[in-house]
């Protein structure tokens, strides 16, 4: 009769849990085949991800991927600043996520 267990969500703020993406022109990568890399790769670790919208031809430049946990970004970069990876042939370019200052 115990409650099931349902993992606790990381407290952790979305930017520090984010990496930003970018994608070569005319090779944008859609929502689905982003998470479905992330998942193939690491499991279950992502929570949102995030294309931009856009109303050119060749398609998005670039996203945001929010992962369950803090954790991942270290995982995913493997020390690195910025990684290349292959997506369906299509190349992905990823590294930490900074949230733009607003300047006031």
């Known amino acids: 009769m115990a409650r099931p267990w349902t993992p606790e969500r990381d407290p952790t703020p979305e ?6 993406v ?4 005319g090779y ?3 929502r689905g085949e982003i998470i479905d890399f992330f998942t193939q790769n690491w499991g279950d670790c992502v929570e949102n991800v995030y294309v931009e919208t856009s109303m ?6 670039y996203g945001r991927v ?3 946990t803090r ?4 995982l995913v ?9 292959s997506v369906n042939g299509k190349p992905l370019w990823a590294r930490m996520y ?3 200052r607003v300047h006031s």
Do not use: H, W, Y
């Open 66 to 68: 929010i992962f369950n």
């Open 98 to 100: 900074r949230p733009r």
């Open 15 to 20: 930017d520090e849990r984010c990496l930003f």
């Open 56 to 61: 050119a031809q060749e398609g998005p430049l």
């Open 22 to 25: 970018t994608f070569s022109r």
């Open 77 to 85: 970069l493997n020390g690195l600043e910025k990684v290349k990876f």
């Open 28 to 30: 944008p990568l859609t």
């Open 71 to 74: 954790s991942m970004i270290s």
